[in-house]
């Protein structure tokens, strides 16, 4: 039934398509659909070639109806014309480049279906990362992709509440895991923090994101993730201090900053108990375990440090009967049907199985989003998008931080929400002169 339901779904796109290329409200309408269709994608997803118990990080071809919200965008941006490059700007390019990269890795793939998963998820995620990036340059309606992950962080804090009073000890809000979560709030929190310093109360815009910036640090420090916990206050200081290098309303800035720090100490010491113990009473075997897998990592770049083992391939070649893990000493006192886990750093899960080239190219492809939001918070000064590149240099380190410390960044929810703030970025940075130069013309005018 579900399939049919989604086949449904697939034909009503290029009606849709074209409703929204006649009426721009259709388009903004899709575009909060976005958020509710995020909030609820394990139920409004199909999996092809499912490969459910499989431990990697794609069990089979997912397309959700997210996916399908884009394509009609797309579609319908291509109807009006407004598409003019397939790849706009360095991001898009260089991501091009990674996807071109992992492809060596299928010559070295046991499993060819478990290969092609993982690029399909890969190639949505560009696909999602197009329609953010065309929304913005054919609308220019900056606040509403905001609202829209505003309105996730929200749902997403409502769902690990309910949780919370149900007694979970570990809730996960919307996403699959609860560390997926953690990495996904510390991104967007930021930006939220960053638009309520900039904006402040007296805009419905920025009263939302004040919300969303309380919700992001609740469903953060209630998922007691450890790496979330310690890295969260570094993003959201390297966002106030962007905010307030802008020398424009600093003080005013420094008396929003003040509320939302005692009411991060009333809520910190309300579950200060169950954060330490979460620290005192983590099993040393999770710690151990990384250390090992890591070096089960070791080995695979030392015997494919070019190609890598394969695309999504780890879940095999780390258990038997291939020799990674007795060879870097991984304990192999386990029963014939045991499924070991993935090294808990996306670098270098990457690194084993697609190579040294993909991993650089990776490392450049973040990098150069980190620098264009720096880039771009320097030429945005004193305008009213200055919040969103300045909320984004702490919202990206952290994530590149984190990632150090977990794999879950390749997570589709993760992936996803990466994208639409590379989306963001790019776009910013393609048009941070053009904006700079409207914000002063409407300034002169006043």
């Not at 606040?143 to 962080?153: F, H, M, N, Y």
């Not at 905010?243 to 009411?263: D, H, N």
């Not at 009967?321 to 993935?342: H, L, M």
């Not at 000064?381 to 977990?406: D, V």
Request: glycine share 8%; charged share 15%; net charge positive.
């Amino acid at each position: 039934m579900k399939y049919i339901i989604f086949a449904m779904a697939v034909f009503g796109v290029p009606p849709l398509a074209w409703l929204m290329s006649i009426n721009r409200r259709w388009m903004r309408l899709a575009f909060w659909c976005m958020a509710g269709v995020f909030c609820v994608y394990q139920s409004t997803s199909i999996n092809f070639f499912s490969r459910e118990f499989y431990r990697g990080t794609s069990r089979g071809m997912e397309t959700c109806l997210i996916h399908l919200l884009c394509g009609a965008i797309l579609l319908s941006l291509g109807f009006r014309g407004k598409i003019k490059k397939l790849l706009p700007g360095w991001g898009f390019r260089l991501y091009f480049i990674y996807i071109l990269l992992c492809l060596p890795s299928l010559r070295t793939s046991v499993s060819d279906v478990y290969f092609w998963c993982e690029m399909w998820k890969m190639l949505l995620t560009g696909l999602i990362g197009l329609t953010v990036y065309w929304y913005l340059e054919t609308t220019r309606d900056i606040e509403t992709p905001v609202a829209v992950l505003a309105a996730i962080a929200i749902i997403n804090a409502i769902s690990v509440g309910w949780a919370h009073f149900s007694g979970a000890y570990q809730p996960n809000g919307i996403f699959p895991h609860r560390n997926s979560m953690a990495m996904a709030m510390t991104l967007i929190g930021p930006v939220f923090f960053a638009a309520w310093l900039e904006r402040g109360p007296w805009s419905r815009f920025g009263r939302l994101c004040a919300v969303a910036f309380v919700c992001a640090g609740f469903a953060t420090f209630r998922s007691l993730s450890r790496g979330a916990i310690v890295l969260a206050p570094l993003g959201y200081s390297i966002t106030a201090l962007a905010c307030v290098s802008e020398r424009i309303g600093s003080l005013f800035k420094l008396r929003r900053i003040a509320p939302f720090v005692l009411i991060g100490a009333i809520g910190i010491g309300a579950i200060a108990h169950t954060v330490v113990e979460r620290f005192e009473t983590a099993p040393e075997s999770s710690g151990n375990t990384r250390i090992e897998l890591a070096k089960c990592a070791r080995e695979m770049i030392i015997d494919e440090p070019w190609r890598g083992i394969g695309l999504n391939n780890w879940g095999m070649k780390i258990n038997a009967p291939w020799p990674y893990a007795e060879r870097a000493g991984r304990n192999t006192n386990r029963s014939a049907d045991f499924q070991d886990g993935i090294v808990e750093t996306v670098y270098l899960l990457v690194a084993a199985e697609c190579g040294i080239p993909a991993l650089l190219i990776m490392l450049t492809w973040f990098g150069w989003h980190w620098v264009a939001a720096f880039r771009t918070a320097r030429r945005l000064r004193g305008t009213r998008w200055h919040f969103l590149p300045a909320g984004l240099i702490g919202g990206l380190a952290t994530n590149y931080l984190q990632s150090t410390l977990e794999w879950v960044l390749k997570q589709p929810l993760n992936m996803i929400l990466l994208m639409f703030c590379f989306a963001m970025t790019a776009y910013l940075d393609e048009n941070r002169r053009i904006l700079a130069a409207e914000a002063r013309e409407e300034m002169g005018k006043l």
